[in-house]
Structure formats: C-alpha cells, structure tokens
C-alpha cells in the first residue's frame, strides 16, 4: 500500500516518537489508517510506556455535523439527482470538522491546552459534548492524532510524523463487524467507496507504517 518505511515492533515505534519528540516541546503525531486497523490500540499502548509524556486525541470527536444533519444533507444530496453531490456528503471524510482540529492541534502546540464544547456526543448524535485535552506545563510532550484521513493536504502540514497504521484484512473486517453490528453492511460499503480509494491515493505519504501484530497473538494470526 506504501513506500514508507515499515515498522513493526512497538520498541521501534517508542524509540521513534522519543527520537522526533526531543528535549522539550510539544511533538504532534497523525495515527491514520482504515477503521479497525488498531490506530487507537496503538495509541493507547504508546501512552501506556510514555505516561506523562504521550496523549491521544480523538479525531471522531471534532465533526462538521450533528447525526440529524449529516442525515439530512445525505437525503437531501440523494434526492437532488445530483451524484457528485450524493458523493460528497456521504463521504466520511467530509463529516470531520478540518478546521476545528487544526485549532486544536495548534493549540495544543502553542498553550498545551484545549477545550471545546462543541464536540461529538456519542449519546445523542449532537455536537453538544465537551472535549478537553491539558498537557504537562513543561518537558517533551507527544500528541497522537488518531483519525482515519490524515494524509491528504493541507493536513498532513499540522504534524511533526505520521504514522499509517496497517493490519491484517480479515482482522480488520472482524474488528469492523463487531463495532458496526445490525449495521455492518453500511461498514463495508463505506471501506470499499471510500477508505479504499483514499489510501490507494494518499498512503505513500505517510513517514512510517506501522505493522504490529495484535497483543497476545502469533506471526500466524497476522
């Protein structure tokens, strides 16, 4: 899928972020890949050996849209006869909020902090959800980005690495399955029109791949 340099021991991948993150400062990360790759199970095993010093921030959260509204933009595009337009408001990529992120990122970078009460709320569907995020005041810092489109501009400019989070298909497929349940077919139809063209397109410029086997499995399983 990419040219980037593959990495696939969780060490490696820790030697790296201590190596880009320096003495001091705040290191942003993008962790992109499909859904169900294992991007926020890297995340969370990356802070896990970095306490203090590694946070995940949660893309999902920052979206352009209520789930009433992207329904009705959706519905709306569909009934116009139009299919660019259908195209565009069902994609995934268009339902996150770009500049609300880039915000954030550069909050993060300049103040350590941010905090927006506009987030995600994955009780209701509406964008009345607090999301904060405070950094340690002073030291090396690592901010992991964890969202599935990081690679297409301007975005891939916010952050200091990126990191294209790879698994095995069928691993992947399972993970999608359990998340999506009644819903699975819709899953599906997303990954083949939408994921798969973004990363046939946009993989090679991630730095790093990122390949680790699941924790507690075999070379076999992967």
Same mark, same amino acid.
Do not use: M
């Given at each position: 899928m990419s040219t980037s340099s593959l990495i696939t021991d969780l060490d490696d991948v820790i030697a790296l %972020? +201590? /190596? =880009?993150? !320096?003495? &001091?400062?705040?290191? %942003?990360?993008?962790?992109? !890949?499909?859904?169900? +790759?294992?991007? =926020? =199970?890297?995340?969370n095993r990356i802070a896990a050996a970095l306490p203090d010093v590694a946070f995940r921030l949660d893309c999902d959260r920052f979206s352009a849209f209520s789930h009433p /509204?992207? =329904?009705?933009?959706? &519905?709306? +595009?569909?009934?116009?006869g139009d299919p660019a337009r259908a195209e565009e408001e069902e994609n995934p990529r268009n339902w996150y909020d770009w500049a609300a992120i880039a915000m954030a990122l550069q909050s993060l970078r300049t103040v350590r902090a941010f905090e927006s009460d506009r987030a995600w709320n994955s009780e209701n !569907?509406? %964008?009345?959800?607090?999301? +904060?995020l405070a950094l340690p005041p002073a030291g090396p810092v690592v901010v992991l980005c964890d969202g599935i489109f990081l690679l297409h501009e301007p975005v891939p400019g916010w952050f200091d690495l990126t990191l294209l989070v790879q698994a095995n298909a069928h691993l992947i497929d399972e993970r999608r399955r359990r998340r999506a349940g009644d819903k699975a077919d819709r899953a599906k139809e997303r990954r083949d029109r939408f994921e798969r063209p973004y990363f046939r397109t946009y993989a090679s410029r991630a730095d790093h791949v990122v390949g680790l086997?699941? /924790?507690g499995s075999s070379a076999a399983d992967n």
């Open positions: %972020l +201590a /190596e =880009t993150a !320096g003495q &001091d400062g705040v290191t %942003l990360v993008g962790v992109c !890949g499909f859904a169900g +790759a294992g991007k =926020t =199970t890297l995340c /509204e992207r =329904t009705r933009r959706i &519905d709306a +595009a569909r009934a116009s !569907g509406l %964008l009345n959800g607090r999301y +904060a086997r699941p /924790e």
